[in-house]
């Protein structure tokens, strides 16, 4: 059995990169990680982001991603796919 057949159904970590790094002054993403299930991932950002940093990183389904990438890149800010956990 293929251990990403179902890599889709995964959560993603990932973290908004600034604009300031980048000619075109576009956001982009970075993930940092994939979990079975969200609160692995939010207990990821709490446990392994230092304090300072976690209002930057965001949780979201994996097949969500592309979406989440062009809502960002857009100009949006934030995407409605993605959620920021509450600590």
């Known amino acids: 059995m293929n251990n990403f057949e179902n890599f889709n159904d995964c959560w993603a970590v990932f973290g908004k990169l600034g604009v300031e790094d980048y000619d075109d002054r576009r956001a982009r993403v970075s993930v940092v990680g994939a979990f079975v299930?969200?609160?692995?991932?939010?207990?990821?950002?709490?446990?392994?982001?230092?304090?300072?940093?976690?209002?930057?990183?965001?949780?979201?389904?994996?097949?969500?991603?592309?979406?989440?990438?062009e809502d960002i890149a857009a100009g949006m800010g934030e995407s409605p796919k993605a959620y920021k956990p509450i600590f």
């Open 37 to 69: 299930y969200p609160c692995n991932a939010e207990d990821f950002i709490r446990l392994c982001i230092p304090a300072e940093n976690r209002d930057r990183f965001r949780v979201c389904r994996v097949s969500d991603l592309p979406q989440v990438r």
